[in-house]
């Protein structure tokens, strides 16, 4: 088989790295492979090796004829949630040893009194500051102490320091004096990892920019090597285009950038599920969508608006706070691995722990007396016990019917399958708050979205979710469960460029405003070049954070091309009026908009994937059925059967069924109607 | 499916929208108010309530807003007849006598909730302004004698009728405080957020229908306070008593008693403050509310902090307090400063619970200390408040350290970021950090306090200060020794330093003047001498703890950066400490 510009997507998960390849026609192949956390570049070559064997070639030759590879990876964020990352130092500003320890000054639970504060992940001996300081509009007050400065850098450099961080006040405004410190490192030869705060963060708030560049250089040092380990292999293994590492934004960056700003990987994984949720909306011309990932453990979900998912400024991570743009991915402790139990009151509840890989659900057999919503789902019937992970794993509807009946069954005095039903049905209602959390709480209607179900979980839930929520469909697409790893294939190489303004619009002419932007997009431009890229295949997106002066948080405001044509900057307070009054229902008449930053983006655009479109062709689901199950919805009943893969454009399933797939199974209800588009992805529908 | 199955599912449902309605309420109200206090220090809350009164939802970062909050529906509805109210109606009040109110800078906003022509509920929420006028400048100081002089009153009179914004009472509102450009951006905020609630709630209602929602909430108060309940139900009946005090009454130096007697007696909980002090010439008198507030935060602390936050829980739990006394004051008793002995009586309540839950109590905290700047700003010739707290400590527990630096018991606003005060006001931040040696020594060390020092750049500035555990420190458990005091220096480190008391008000300062905060620490749990050496080692490692402190405060002798297993414990057998502990 003779296969160029193959482009190959990886994503490294907590239990499994799936691999994706896909060829100029389209064709698709796909490869699982346990993930190996000791190196987990192992993992990638042994699934690389898969991806080769299934397309009958060396892995060599598979590695020339790839013409991209994207990657992504939990190597951040396990450093950081396993606490195993880099041997840190902080340098700040005379009088502010302890800005990482003394962090807001509150708790989010004030009645939590038991769960102390982590640990600061850089200790106190660590911390050295220097007189220097910077007002509060960017004047230089007192110039760095270069002497003190040296001395410290030599006294830190004894300690075998991983990661320097720099946090200075005001350095948003002036960023000179931490530049300076980069300076001096690097004459005196130290090759140690610099985490600038204003490079990572450049916004008012020294805990934020603090705490974000720490998080950075935390977990800098260890990806960098992980990304220059598995570069090497790969070279060596034959691939000769550079590694390109997807970003919690969800664009991606070359290796070396990716590596400075790993602040910026760590919701690397989700965030291709959220792009792929993005490229599939574009295909079908969704303007407005939710996905939802739902694994193992947990449930990722985000908001796809007009195909590109929504972004969030801050992430609190196990009460570390990381202060950068990351895809606004929100996490529900509810999966397939998720523990029903009984709270305190007698009532039942299900996750946030998990059974896990080990032990796992009961119904895995592998020791697990916890019973799972992966457990009540066997026992309803909605999962085979053949065909679950592709066979490659028999499930025991004993071990499931035990497991239920002795901790929930018993003590609520409900038969089995009303128990599981009801863990079942809390698992819908869980995802359902979720999404509705996600949607309403941005004051959208659900009524107005269409729901994207993937992971290996979601099938069972997605009818359930969309008619407690009235959401008209759901789209479940076919490669559900690897549907990360095609979602770093749709992204593209991205940075993020921000200038902080700080004055009202009046007080701004429009030659100002543009030069701002000129200045943005000369930086921007130049580093794409240096990439590669040519300008024809770059696209910037303008955009200005806008409040009231006195205000903290800002709305954003998109701005056009032609916006900076314009002699006035009426357009700029109406688009902000506009977007303020959207969300909060009321403005501040009598007073101007407040710019705060200028942001610009900028895309490399990469080749567009384009799954492969089949005509309509015969009708009859019929030839897909195999055979039928008993499933337990208010009462047991027997429901056709069907292959996933075997579903083709415009049949038509009508429900109660079941429809398997080596790593998925979906449910519809008997009075549910199931539909197959023109990519394979079954389109079901609410019962409005 | 069973029928209790549905019903426990669609009740969870219900009270996760709420929740979620509040959430999305408070998120407005941060991200479109104007003052420092509420846009980052997050000192505001929102509730939902039924039309009892009941509070069915809650998003708070401090636990004393309860007090601002629980009685409004009561007293709203007795002034305005709940026939008489209209959709669109907006009820603004902040007095403690007559609007169910805790003190006066937290105006509160109350709307009701139409569905189908009749109320079906309130919106409401809470949020400090930083000047409601009153002889002070920030509206909050211990030295008040009197609530007339703490601010303007407010009723719960109209600020929207039927969706009009009365402006005269907002001209009211606004001519009484020195900052009334915030107000009216703070105001705003507190109108769209309650527009949010009403449309959240009332869609709530419309999808689930009256009666589905109304017998819900009904079951979400009954569930919890059957937990509430079922967890007060194992701790062993009996009497147990405390006793702390306040360092003064904010205007005189002497110490004010308080006193509690928890009775527990099967599945209910009643707090006796009889004994206490009578209400005192200061403004730390709290009104009963605010002592009810105060209560039910420890219980949900100590028994079980995932109870959900609404009325139901309230019911297992009694509190008394004579009227008159310091936990009941009557008007025109002053109430600004409640908060300070709000957190005194969290110590007082978990110090009495100590022999009966060992395991949850926390040792004695200490509390923020507060500082009000205000004068004219040279950078644009405008007045201006700036409204701050600073973090103390957490005590120890049986099994960690407290927390450093961090707000206690009923208070929890965030701290004002340095650059955000430099920024928005003329001051600037010389230093704040960990204060080493000051957390209470125990088996488990008490939580450090910080030093702040603040250069004021203001002309005609003045400056208002209130603290406690200045005198008082607070009290260690089990053997573990006390905390720090706090202090408020002028022209720290200089050969004319001043102390200043723990309350004062309309100190004038010169440009150029340091001000400085220690704020006080959290107390030890359990006997220092049973510390281990190596936990001492690592506090000493970390700057937590000197080497001097070491030796003097647990008794163990640090050489070349290890313990001195010998010396250490030789020091400690002759103090008579258990070193094998």
């Known amino acids: ?688 | 499916m069973t029928k209790t199955t549905i019903d426990q599912i669609t009740t969870e449902v219900i009270s996760h929208r709420f929740a979620a309605t509040a959430d999305e309420m408070m998120a407005t109200l941060v991200k479109t108010s104007y003052s420092p206090n509420i846009k980052e220090r997050r000192d505001c809350s929102v509730a939902i309530f039924d039309t009892s009164g009941n509070m069915v939802a809650l998003s708070a970062i401090a636990p004393l807003h309860l007090s601002s909050l629980l009685g409004m529906v009561k007293n709203i509805t007795e002034r305005h007849p709940i026939e008489s109210l209209k959709p669109g109606d907006a009820f603004l009040t902040n007095d403690p006598y007559v609007g169910g109110g805790s003190h006066l800078p937290d105006l509160t906003l109350m709307n009701p909730v139409f569905v189908e022509n009749q109320v079906v509920g309130f919106v409401a929420n809470l949020a400090h302004h930083s000047d409601i006028g009153g002889k002070v400048a920030g509206s909050e100081s211990a030295d008040c004698t009197s609530i007339f002089q703490e601010g303007l009153r407010v009723p719960p009179v109209k600020l929207l009728n039927e969706g009009d914004l009365v402006k005269d009472v907002l001209d009211i509102v606004l001519l009484n405080s020195r900052t009334p450009h915030q107000r009216e951006g703070d105001l705003k905020a507190q109108i769209a957020t309650n527009a949010t609630g009403v449309r959240r709630v009332k869609e709530t209602f419309q999808n689930f229908g009256i009666k589905t929602v109304q017998s819900a909430l009904s079951s979400l108060l009954d569930y919890a306070e059957a937990r509430a309940r079922a967890e007060i139900s194992k701790l062993p009946d009996g009497e147990y008593h405390n006793e702390d005090f306040l360092d003064n009454d904010g205007v005189e130096d002497k110490l004010i008693p308080l006193k509690v007697a928890v009775t527990i007696a099967g599945d209910e909980i009643h707090f006796d403050f009889t004994g206490s002090a009578d209400q005192i010439a200061g403004a730390r008198n709290m009104p009963l509310i605010a002592t009810q507030a105060g209560v039910y935060y420890v219980v949900k602390a100590i028994t079980d902090p995932t109870l959900p936050p609404n009325s139901g829980y309230f019911r297992a739990i009694k509190v008394t307090a004579p009227e008159g006394s310091i936990f009941n004051c009557r008007a025109p008793a002053a109430v600004g400063d409640r908060g300070a002995t709000g957190n005194i009586l969290g110590d007082l309540l978990m110090g009495a619970l100590a022999d009966v839950m060992p395991e949850r109590v926390m040792a004695g905290c200490g509390p923020l200390h507060g500082l009000i700047f205000s004068g004219i700003d040279p950078r644009t010739g405008e007045y201006f408040v700036d409204y701050e707290t600073y973090a103390g400590a957490s005590g120890a527990l049986i099994d960690q350290e407290g927390k450093d630096a961090v707000r206690v018991h009923v208070s929890g606003a965030a701290n004002l970021p340095v650059e955000s005060v430099e920024q928005e006001f003329p001051l600037t931040v010389e230093r704040y950090e960990l204060l080493t040696d000051t957390g209470g020594a125990g088996k488990f060390r008490g939580g450090l306090g910080t030093r702040r020092d603040v250069c004021i750049l203001a002309q005609s500035g003045k400056l208002a200060g209130r603290g406690l555990r200045e005198t008082v420190a607070a009290p260690g458990l089990f053997g573990g020794a006390k905390g720090h005091v706090g202090s408020f220096f002028l022209h720290p480190d200089s050969n004319h330093e001043v102390k200043l008391p723990g309350s004062f008000s309309e100190y004038p300062v010169d440009s150029g003047s340091i001000v400085r905060v220690e704020t006080p620490s959290g107390a030890g749990y359990g006997d220092p001498l049973s510390r281990e050496p190596a936990k001492v080692l690592d506090d000493v490692i970390n700057g937590k703890v000197s080497s001097a402190g070491a030796e003097a405060d647990y008794g163990v002798v640090l050489k070349d950066h290890s313990v001195d297993e010998n010396l250490t414990r030789e020091l400690r057998d002759q103090r008579g400490g258990g070193y094998e502990q």
């Not at chain 1, 998912?309 to 998720?338: M, N, W, Y």
Request: aromatic share 6%; net charge negative; hydrophobic share 40%.
């Open chain 1, 1 to 688: 088989m003779d296969i160029e510009h193959l482009r190959i997507g990886i994503d490294i998960g907590g239990t499994f790295t799936d691999l994706v390849s896909i060829d100029e026609s389209g064709l698709i192949c796909t490869a699982k492979t346990l993930s190996t956390p000791e190196d987990p570049s192992l993992g990638v070559m042994t699934g690389l090796e898969l991806l080769a064997k299934k397309s009958t070639q060396s892995l060599s030759s598979l590695l020339k004829k790839t013409t991209l590879l994207i990657h992504g990876t939990t190597v951040a964020t396990n450093l950081l949630v396993e606490r195993k990352g880099a041997k840190l130092a902080m340098i700040s500003t005379e009088g502010f040893r302890d800005i990482l320890e003394l962090r807001e000054g509150t708790k989010a639970n004030r009645y939590n009194l038991r769960t102390p504060f982590p640990q600061p992940l850089i200790p106190r001996p660590m911390r050295h500051t220097i007189k220097e300081r910077v007002g509060w509009s960017g004047l230089i007050k007192e110039s760095l102490n270069l002497a003190e400065l040296e001395t410290a850098l030599k006294e830190l450099r004894q300690h075998n320091v991983e990661g320097l961080v720099v946090c200075f006040l005001h350095s948003h405004r002036n960023p000179s004096h931490e530049i300076e410190v980069r300076k001096l490192v690097k004459e005196l030869g130290w090759k140690v990892f610099v985490s600038l705060s204003h490079e990572v963060l450049s916004r008012e708030g020294e805990y934020d920019r603090a705490s974000t560049a720490t998080v950075n250089a935390y977990v800098g040092p260890g990806l960098q090597g992980y990304l220059s380990k598995l570069e090497r292999r790969l070279e060596k293994s034959g691939l000769n285009i550079p590694l390109l590492v997807m970003q919690s934004t969800g664009g991606v960056l070359p290796i070396l950038e990716a590596g400075q700003l790993a602040g910026g990987s760590i919701n690397s994984g989700p965030a291709g599920g959220a792009m792929a949720a993005g490229m599939f909306s574009a295909m079908s011309e969704i303007p407005l969508a939710v996905s939802y990932d739902m694994g193992g453990t947990s449930t990722d979900i985000c908001l796809i608006k007009g195909s590109v998912p929504l972004e969030r400024h801050t992430t609190e991570f196990e009460d570390v706070k990381i202060a950068v743009p990351t895809l606004d991915i929100s996490a529900l402790g509810a999966g397939g691995g998720s523990i029903a139990h009984l709270d305190r009151g007698g009532i039942l509840d299900l996750g946030p722990s998990s059974a896990g890989a080990d032990p796992g659900p009961a119904c895995y057999g592998k020791g697990g007396l916890e019973p799972t919503l992966t457990d009540a789902n066997l026992i309803l019937g909605y999962i085979s016990t053949e065909t679950f992970l592709g066979g490659e794993l028999s499930l025991s509807i004993e071990d499931a019917q035990n497991a239920i009946q002795e901790r929930i069954s018993k003590p609520l005095n409900l038969a089995p399958e009303l128990a599981a039903i009801a863990i079942n049905a809390l698992a819908s209602s869980r995802i359902a708050e979720g999404i509705r959390a996600a949607t309403v709480r941005r004051g959208l209607d659900p009524r107005d979205f269409s729901l994207f179900a993937f992971g290996g979980a979601s099938g069972l839930h997605a009818e359930a979710v969309i008619n407690e929520l009235s959401i008209p469909r759901a789209i479940i697409p076919r490669e559900a469960s690897v549907l990360s790893a095609i979602g770093f294939l749709s992204t593209d190489v991205r940075r993020d460029y921000h200038r902080s303004v700080g004055r009202p619009i009046s007080d701004l002419d429009a030659n100002e405003l543009r030069s701002v932007f000129t200045e943005l997009e000369a930086e921007a431009k130049n580093n794409l070049e240096a990439q590669g890229f040519d300008s024809e295949n770059m696209k910037l997106v303008h955009s200005l954070d806008c409040r009231y002066a006195r205000q903290v948080y800002t709305v954003n405001v998109r701005a056009y091309p032609s916006d900076f044509e314009c002699d006035e900057l009426n357009w700029l307070t109406a688009e902000f009026e506009t977007t303020y009054k959207n969300l909060f229902q009321h403005i501040h008449d009598t007073e101007p908009g407040f710019i705060d930053t200028c942001n610009l983006t900028i895309f490399g655009t990469l080749p567009r994937l384009a799954l492969p479109k089949h005509e309509i062709g015969d009708l009859d689901p019929g030839k897909a059925q195999k055979g039928e199950r008993n499933i337990f919805i208010s009462e047991w009943l027997s429901a056709r059967v069907y292959w996933f893969e075997e579903l083709s454009h415009g049949m038509r399933v009508q429900g109660p069924a079941v429809i398997d797939s080596p790593t998925t199974s979906v449910l519809i209800s008997p009075d549910g109607v199931a539909e197959v588009d023109a990519y394979g992805s079954l389109h079901l529908y609410s019962n409005l």
